[in-house]
């Protein structure tokens, strides 16, 4: 036989076997395995975002001086405007202090706060999960809530030892309450993630809208986090009402799509919110058993 | 050479090409038999077998429509329908984990070396693990007092054997559910909102849970969270018995015909338990508010659970009914009622009506007892259901009740006599301590008479002698017939057509008082087997005793029909602008001027100075009739108390009636029983009445 044609058969035999054995494995290993694969990735991702960033910091220092001039003029007029915020900012936040007093009304801080660099998408699904370089190791767990800002950003699904993936807001596996902004009865709505298609704009859907909530004129209505599902701290924003809510016949509800903010679309950096207490839902990720 | 080869092949002799053809025509008539049998069943059968095949693999699920709301006159909802999140179980996606919890529990049963092995209990316990352990992760999530967690290790909440039902799988449902509709989700909580026992687990209304769920529960995996519509009354028991109530049902709107994939007869259709209008205008109005199924086509697995979903349909909402009906009146009207109490401080059966003069259309229509329909909207307890049957509270009085009308009749008394002509409205009547009749005497309420009493006097006080002389004069024939004329043997309430009700023609407040209308005269006493009619009948019957029986409703109409000078109210709880104000029947009282201005003048004195007195409303003059009739309450005798009236007396735009049982040991009495809760009633009215006039002069007050 030619010996090509012998060396082909061996190889596929050697595939065969590999398979089956991959499926006789205990799932322990199989599991141990996949782990494994994401730790020995992890250093990559972690190149892979650092030299992304080095890119960017080349490009930018490859610019004219004219350039670099006016970006610091423009920097210095930020800067500005952000001095000022900041002064207004702390004289509120002495007032919330002094009121706190007054009132002796002491809110423990629920949540400590992660700041985590993105190491890359998730090609699979492009605008729906990213991976983060914070892991285990920081401290994140879970279930907690990744902000932008005070934009929620999405939510870790799993943790490994030095990254996280996070399935973002317009991901599927994504699912919170929301108020919305013109709704003075605060119903709580409902915010999930809806698979689209590759090339399609990634949303998700905003459902039970009252029938009698109309979007305030002349702006698209904000959506907030309600605080009440114990995951996300309450006021955060979601995104906008786009293109107004349309009726379903369902009856007493309307929907709408959600307009993530723009940030998500360019995600750099992100705060993961861990909750000092862990909630039942966190040790429902974690597969405890509950017989 | 290779040609010869082949040609050796070949049969040379006669029989082996016999063999040959033999060969080649049974394999013919094979391919033609199979070609022919593929023609058969793509072409000809083809239908038939898509049918077939369709009822074997598919299934339609029919969904219910949300039930439209009802509206008071002002556009305030008075029901409407809330979200209800359940959380559901997908036993298609829970079968592995069944079959792995079966094969642990037998291997644990064969360990122990059990004698027999009853795998079907062991399957059914097997189910209930698997789903016990999901609805224990669903309390563990929605349960806030789960707070308490520390570090890293959470403190599940264990399940001890005393927890309460709504915590347990109910294994008869569970085994009814994979009996009857083993292919749709099997409910694990049937509202996250309320989920013990509709009380919400923290002290919000129940949106807390909802949130947890959401955002706490893996949105992957075989528990699903679903979102169906729940009917609300906002306002509680108000108008209860106008409003009706809704009970489940399983025959929803059947509009799968319309869809040319289902349309194979013998498929199987599931239905997901729907709600239908059990009383009150939920029922008269069914039809209306009931809306159009959702449908969805599945395909199924071979043993039985949905697979795939191939198309389906929303549902659609019922349509809206807008009663006439005003929500501020209504709550003072039973506010007004909610007072009246015996010693024992147990509420007395009551009812009141207002009336629209012009229209005839009900602004309000209380009840008491009542019930609160959002207790029966879901699932009733036979506790609360029970609680309903002995306080009598299903009882619309209303438009059900029949009580003799008392004094609150004299206004038909007097206006027969009028139109006989043995009276007039000046006439003075000498009115001592009682009348004799035959040989009895028929007393007068005030123990020395009220002496020379004329039309607008008799009418103050309620002077019963003058009745009886006057009803006697009149005569049994002309008193019946003009309490004929005046529709208190009519039935009352537009009968709804079949095709709104969606069943049988009724009332717009089903079921309302027909057959059991009496107005007695000497015919009906024969039938009756009461013997010869006598004059004391006629005495009695000319101040509303006796036989005659009408309801609260009918009298409101009476008072409306005077303030207007006709015959006839047609009521109506529907709002409708085009009302033209027509009312079917009614002719002019045939009163001339001076009767009519005397009888009406009356009704005004009544109120302002006589027997209604305690009702007066300084700055409203309006006019009123009270009564205080006798009835036998369990074998003892009692009062009932009654006043009607319309309001403003000058250019009457609300007619009203008010009915008071009373028990056997209280002082009851129509002016002071029933008029309070008739001056609640207008002291309501007026300000909305002033507002409209303010706010558009030609409308009202007319």
Known sequence: ?291 | MKESSDMHVLPSTPVDRLRLYGVFFFFLAGFLYVIGGLVYRQLIQSNELKDQSDTQSRRVVLRPPARGRIYDRNGFPLVDNRARWSVKADLASLQKEFRAEYLRMLAAEKAREAVSIDREKLLEDARVRVLQGWLNKVWFVIDETNRNTKGRKPLTKLTPVTAPAERQINITELRKHLRERRALPFTLVNDLAFPGTGQALTADDGTKSVARFIEQFPVEGPIRLEQDIVRTYPYGAMAAHVLGYVKDTDALPDNVDDISEVRVESMQKLRYTGKTGAAGVELSYNNVLSGRSGWELWSKTSSGYNQTRLKYSEPEQGGNVMLSLDYRIQQATESGLAKLKDPQGNLLPAAAVMIDVHTGEILALASQPSFDPNQLADRVSSKYYDQIEESGGWLNRTTQGLYPPGSTFKVITATAGMRKKVVDWDDVLDCGAFFRVGNRDYPEHEPVGYGEVNLDKMLAVSCNVWNYQIGIRTGIEALAAEARRFGLDTPLLQTVSDFETGGQPMTELPYAASRGLVVPDREYKLRVGAGAWTDGDTANLSIGQGYLLTTPLHMACVAASIARGETRTAPSIIHSLERTGRHPGALPIGLNAEQLASLRGGMVRCVEEGTARVARIPGLPYAGKTGTSEYFKKGEKAHLAWMIGYAPADYPVVAFAVLVEGQSDTNTWGGKTAGPVAKEMLEAWWPIAVKANLDDKPKAPR
């Open chain 1, 1 to 291: 036989m030619d010996p090509n044609r012998q060396g082909a058969r061996a190889s596929y035999v050697a595939l065969l076997i590999f398979v089956a054995l991959w499926i006789l494995v205990p799932s322990a290993v199989r599991r141990f395995n996949r782990e494994a694969f994401v730790e020995f990735q992890a250093p990559a991702l972690h190149l892979l975002g650092k030299s992304r960033e080095l890119a960017t910091f080349w490009e930018k220092k490859s610019r004219s001086v004219e350039e670099m001039a006016a970006a610091g003029r423009d920097l210095a007029r930020i800067n500005a405007a952000l001095e000022i915020q900041i002064h207004k900012f702390e004289d509120i936040r002495r007032e919330n202090v002094r009121l706190r007093e007054i009132t002796r009304y002491n809110v423990p801080a629920e949540y400590m706060s992660v700041v985590a660099r993105v190491a890359t998408r998730d090609s699979s699904s492009w605008w729906q999960r990213i991976v983060i370089r914070k892991g285990r190791n920081d401290g994140i767990r879970p279930g907690a809530p990744v902000v932008f800002g005070n934009t929620v950003v999405g939510r870790v699904t799993a943790v490994h030892l030095t990254t996280s993936e996070v399935d973002l807001v317009t991901s599927p596996g994504f699912r919170c309450t929301a108020y919305l902004e013109g709704d003075d009865q605060n119903h709580i709505v409902l915010v999930n993630g809806v698979a689209s298609n590759s090339l399609g704009t990634a949303k998700a859907r905003v459902s039970v809208i009252p029938r009698d909530y109309f979007m305030p004129a002349g702006q698209p209505a904000r959506v907030f986090t309600t605080g009440m599902g114990g995951v996300f701290p309450s006021r955060l924003m979601l995104g906008y009402l786009d293109g107004g809510t349309y009726a379903t016949q369902v009856g007493n509800f309307k929907e709408s799509l959600l307009m993530p903010s723009r940030d998500l679309y360019n995600l750099q950096e992100v705060s993961v919110l861990v909750p000092l207490h862990q909630n039942p839902g966190e040790a429902l990720m974690q597969g405890d058993q509950f017989q």
